[in-house]
């Protein structure tokens, strides 16, 4: 086998093996909350616990009208002393220092919502899982670990909200290899109670999440909502193309 066919071989594999890596931990649905008070409030999450580490370069704060929030309530709540309501959601973080402390420079999110889609569920589904599954782990240099993105280099910056969790783990046979055992996951254990509750956590990281979706198409709602006129378009005119298709053949035999 030459290189080319090599190559063509190795490749044909990576798609296989990035969904079997998305799949390793079950994703939970993310739930429908996609009304503007959700909305804002997963704006305000995402500036307060987001944006100091992670960018989002293809959004501008004024492009938060677009969720009922006014000027005068973006420049209040949401920018920082030196921002403008019309410039890009971007951080002061300088990349080098970035990779320096947490291994590699946080990605931006602008469409992470869109990029983590997979055969294993959606961005959404991914990201409402992976904010839901960080737990202590003092073998990390962060101090914390996850279910989803297993040695992942960012800490968990929501642990005031949700709380400080350990996770349960158990041997199993392998039911695959005979001898061998398998490391099994067997629940959390909360070790210090946050600001919510699991319940309320679960709720502002579906808001934080839905933002996150909108924010990687802005336009989104508009284009449903143009395609239910462009539909109820084309029925209209199938069915007047139907009955001049009829009128048209009526006396041909």
């Not at 079997?20 to 739930?31: C, T």
């Not at 039911?175 to 061998?180: A, D, L, T, V, Y």
């Not at 284009?223 to 539909?231: F, I, T």
Request: include cysteine; charged fraction near 25%; aromatic fraction near 12%.
């Amino acid at each position: 086998m030459n290189f080319s066919k090599k190559l063509i071989a190795v490749l044909a594999l990576l798609p296989g093996l990035a969904l079997a890596n998305e799949a390793s931990f079950p994703l939970d649905k993310a739930p429908e909350r996609s009304s503007l008070a959700s909305l804002q409030n997963g704006a305000k999450l995402f500036v307060n616990y987001c944006l100091n580490c992670h960018s989002a370069s293809a959004m501008r704060y004024n492009r938060l009208r677009d969720i009922g929030l006014s000027e005068d309530q973006i420049k209040n709540n949401l920018l920082f002393t030196s921002d403008k309501v019309g410039d890009l959601m971007k951080v002061s973080m300088q990349p080098k220092d970035a990779k320096a402390w947490f291994g590699a420079v946080p990605p931006d999110l602008s469409v992470i919502a869109r990029a983590k889609a997979s055969n294993a569920g959606t961005g959404a589904d991914w990201l409402y899982t992976y904010l839901r599954t960080f737990y202590k782990d003092d073998t990390r240099p962060t101090g914390w670990n996850n279910l989803v993105f297993p040695n992942v280099g960012m800490p968990h910056v929501l642990w005031e909200l949700q709380g400080v969790r350990a996770a349960k783990f158990v041997e199993e046979k392998d039911p695959h290899e005979e001898g061998k055992t398998v490391h099994k996951f067997a629940g959390f254990e909360q070790v210090k109670p946050g600001k919510l509750s699991t319940l309320d956590y679960d709720y502002a990281v579906a808001d934080l999440v839905s933002y996150l979706d909108w924010m990687s198409e802005p336009v989104q709602n508009q284009r449903k909502r143009l395609g239910v006129w462009v539909l109820l378009y084309l029925g209209i005119f199938l069915v007047i193309a139907w009955r001049l298709n009829a009128s048209y053949w009526k006396d041909v035999k």
